[in-house]
């Protein structure tokens, strides 16, 4: 005869090494267990301010070494030349057309790429 309580107890541990055969494993509730390690907390939205703020900061800097570089006449000369460009020159020079930032930048970089 056999007890229904063992046979019970037959599959659930059958079906916990079945389980251990695959790679899974179980942990207790409140248990620091490997889930704790490699779980992944998900994010609500990543917000695009950071790499906004990163990519015009680089705009920036990159404008104001070539400005440094080249020399303010020389920069404002070739600002010119795009100016009376296409569409697309046109939008290129009113993107790199110097503002305050980049001559405080420029001023920086002197010392360095002066």
């Not at 942990?27 to 992944?40: F, I, L, M, P, Q």
């Amino acid at each position: 005869m056999s007890d229904p309580q063992m046979r019970e107890f037959g599959s659930r541990v059958r079906r916990i090494q079945k389980s251990h055969r695959k790679g899974r494993g179980f942990e207790a509730a409140g248990a620091v267990g490997r889930s704790y390690y490699t779980k992944r907390e998900k994010t609500k939205g990543r917000s695009l301010l950071r790499p906004t703020i990163t990519v015009v900061l680089l705009f920036v800097t990159f404008k104001a070494a070539i400005l440094t570089m080249d020399g303010r006449d020389v920069y404002l000369e070739r600002l010119e030349q795009l100016k009376n460009g296409g569409t697309v020159s046109q939008g290129a020079a009113h993107l790199l057309a110097v503002d305050p930032f980049t001559e405080l930048m420029s001023i920086w970089f002197q010392p360095i790429l002066g």
